[in-house]
C-alpha cells in the first residue's frame, strides 16, 4: 500500500473506530478501482496492438490483404476481454444484469398484465 494511500485509510479508520461497515465498503471500492485501472490498461494496451499492427503494413498492401481482417490482431483483445469479463464478474458479481430490483420491477410488470387482462373481461 502507498504511503498516501496508507496514511489515508488510517485517517478514515480513526474517525470511524472499529466500524465494520468502513472496512466491507474500503474493500468494495479498492476492488472497483482495481477492476477501472485493470479495463483502463486493457483499452489503452489493445488500442495501441491494433494500431501498430494495422499501421505496420496498412500502405504496402491492398486493404484485404493487411491485417485489418487479420485474427491475431484481435486475439490479445478477446483472450485478454475473457479475462477482464471474468474481473468483471468477480468485482460486481454474478447478479450484475439480474438485481433484486430487475426480479420485482419484472414481476410487478407481469401481474399488472395479468390483471390488466382479467378486468378487461369483466
Given at each position: 500500500?502507498?504511503?498516501?494511500r ?9 474517525e470511524?473506530?472499529s466500524?465494520?461497515?468502513?472496512d466491507?465498503a ?5 476492488r ?21 499492427s ?13 491485417s485489418?481482417?487479420?485474427w491475431?490482431t484481435?486475439s490479445?483483445a478477446?483472450?485478454w ?5 471474468f ?13 433484486q430490483?430487475w426480479?420485482?420491477?419484472k414481476?410487478?410488470?407481469?401481474m399488472?398484465?395479468?390483471?390488466a ?5 369483466e
Open positions: 500500500m502507498g504511503e498516501f496508507n496514511r489515508m485509510y488510517q485517517n478514515y479508520r480513526s470511524f473506530g466500524d465494520e461497515k468502513f466491507i474500503y474493500k468494495k471500492v479498492k472497483l478501482k482495481g477492476f477501472y485501472s485493470h479495463l483502463r490498461v486493457y483499452i489503452i494496451v489493445n488500442f495501441i496492438i491494433i494500431v501498430a494495422v499501421n505496420s503494413d496498412f500502405f504496402t498492401r491492398s486493404i484485404y490483404e493487411t485489418l481482417f487479420d491475431r484481435y490479445t478477446f483472450y476481454g475473457i479475462g477482464l469479463l474481473h468483471a464478474f468477480s468485482v460486481f458479481g454474478r447478479d450484475w444484469f439480474f438485481t430490483d426480479e420485482q420491477k414481476i410487478q410488470e407481469y399488472s398484465k395479468e390483471q387482462k382479467a378486468d378487461k373481461w
